[in-house]
Structure formats: C-alpha cells, structure tokens
C-alpha cells in the first residue's frame, strides 16, 4: 500500500511539471529531438514551389500531369530513463534530496515526451538492475514512472554505471534517447557508455548536491557515506581543508565533463539548491543548433 504521503508527493510534481512541459519545455524538446527518419505519406498534383527532385515519374506518366511525392517526418521516439537509485541519492541539505530532483527532471522529460506522442520507459539500477518498465505511451504510465522512482525501495546501496549500459543495451534494441541520471560516484563506465551511445542518443544528467562541492564553516562535523557506509570526521573551520576540498571536486567535475566529450556524449549538470529550468532549456538550445 503506497502511502498517502506519496501520493500528494506524485500529484504535486505532476501539476508543477506538467504547468512546465506546456508553457517551456515541450516545444524545446519537440526541436531537439528529431524523428528517426521520413516516411513516404502521398503522392499528390504538383504545386509552384514544390521541390523538382520529388517529382514521382511513374504517376507523372500515367496522369499526364506532374505529380510530386510528399513525406513526413516519423516523429515517434523511444525514451529511455535510466535512474540511478543508489544511497547517494537519498542526500540533500537543501530543500530536497538527489532522489526527488531525479524524479521531478524525470516528470519534466516525460511528461515533455508522451505531449509529442513518444514512448517512454525506465531502468531503475543500483549496484544491480533493480527495475525495467518498457516504453510506453500515456499519462498514467508516467505517473507510475513517478511512483517506482519515489516509492521504490532498492535492495543494492552501491553505483554500477557499467552493469545498467550493458543491460539497457541488451533488452533496448530500437534506437533511443537516453537520459542517464545520475551522480556518477562510479568507475568504468566511460567504454559502455561510448558502445551504447554509438547505437543510442544518450544524454548524461549528473545531480549534485552543494555540500558536496563545498562546506562553509561549521566546526567538526560527522560525515557518513551513503553506499559505503565509512564514517568521517572532518573539521569545516579549516580554511585549508575547505579550500582542498572545493579544489578537488572542481578537478572531478572537470575530468568528468572532458570524459564525457572524448565519447561525444552530452552533459547537463543539475544542482539541487538550483533550477533546473535553466540548464536544461540551455541544453535543448544548444542541442537544436548544433543538429
């Protein structure tokens, strides 16, 4: 039984972020994602103005008059969400944790995906596959998208980037936009990631939270990691310590970002103590022009 918590949880991100797909993000996200292709719809007269090289000979021919062949773009896509639901996720020291931005930028991309007719699906992963919902159409389908991600207890706590590419590619077979969602405390993935989105369009969505970039001054401090569950003590009043630590998560965000370029996979980079209204407008924008 789903709490009733839960449920006001669903219904609030669902009337935010639809209120958003219908006045921001939908006719962004109709111009970066393209169709697969055209289809063949008519053969019609032909009008002034009409490109020579569709005319169609054979009608042409048989009519005595010049016919033209029309297309359309073959809209429908596949979009897959694949949702890191590690115990890093469950941090926050805002106003939310990693875990429900994951699932409100999953609303957005969803709901932003069924409004022009595609199909959308989810991988739930840990340190292990937790849970595959096939693309599907539908309002209610995306509601349950949004449940499994609020209410979904996993069993692994760890990051296993690798293990969700090489199953998402086995089980996923028609060419997809991916977003992975994730904070990307993991190894190894750079090579699966690159043989997937050799097939695929993926987009990397990396969620942090900003204490882990930087901390103000708080005194000694006990820090506990999620997924490992190694325990630390630190002194925030040292100016060297913060300044070490902001220095080395900058250097990671930086590796990270040139590892996803070397592979031509697309980065967006959300914070939890920000919109993401922003960044992920700028993204569809830079997507559109550079396609």
């Known amino acids: 039984m789903i709490p009733k918590e839960i449920f006001k949880k669903i219904r609030r991100i669902e009337i935010r972020t639809k209120r958003l797909v219908n006045d921001l993000f939908s006719g962004e996200y109709h111009s970066t994602f393209k169709g697969q292709g055209m289809e063949f719809e008519e053969v019609r007269q032909y009008q002034a103005g009409d490109d020579i090289r569709l005319i169609d000979w054979n009608v042409t021919a048989r009519t005595g008059y010049p016919h033209v062949k029309k297309f359309r773009e073959e809209r429908e896509l596949s979009v897959v969400l694949l949702v890191d639901a590690s115990s890093s996720g469950k941090f926050g020291t805002r106003e939310r944790f990693k875990s429900d931005m994951a699932a409100e930028l999953c609303a957005v991309l969803a709901f932003s995906a069924i409004k022009n007719n595609d199909k959308v699906g989810m991988?739930?992963?840990?340190?292990?596959?937790?849970?595959?919902?096939?693309?599907?159409?539908?309002?209610?389908?995306?509601?349950?998208?949004?449940?499994?991600?609020?209410?979904?207890?996993?069993?692994?706590?760890?990051?296993?980037?690798?293990?969700?590419?090489?199953?998402?590619?086995?089980?996923?077979?028609?060419?997809?936009?991916?977003?992975?969602?994730?904070?990307?405390?993991?190894?190894?993935?750079?090579?699966?990631?690159?043989?997937?989105?050799?097939?695929?369009?993926?987009?990397?969505?990396?969620?942090?939270?900003?204490?882990?970039?930087?901390?103000?001054?708080?005194?000694?401090?006990?820090?506990?990691?999620?997924?490992?569950?190694e325990v630390l003590i630190i002194d925030t009043a040292s100016r060297e310590f913060r300044r070490e630590f902001a220095a080395r998560a900058e250097e990671d965000n930086v590796t990270l970002k040139k590892g996803f370029q070397l592979i031509n996979v697309d980065f967006v980079n959300i914070r939890t103590d920000q919109s993401y209204i922003v960044p992920l407008i700028n993204f569809f924008r830079m997507r559109e022009k550079r396609h």
Do not use: C, W
């Open 123 to 229: 991988i739930i992963f840990t340190d292990r596959i937790e849970k595959f919902i096939p693309p599907k159409k539908g309002r209610g389908h995306v509601l349950r998208l949004i449940r499994e991600i609020l209410y979904f207890q996993p069993e692994g706590v760890g990051t296993d980037i690798s293990g969700a590419l090489e199953y998402f590619s086995h089980v996923i077979k028609r060419k997809s936009v991916v977003f992975l969602i994730s904070d990307f405390l993991s190894e190894s993935f750079y090579k699966p990631l690159q043989i997937a989105n050799n097939k695929h369009d993926i987009i990397s969505v990396k969620i942090t939270d900003p204490r882990e970039t930087s901390f103000d001054d708080v005194g000694m401090i006990e820090l506990e990691d999620a997924e490992t569950g």
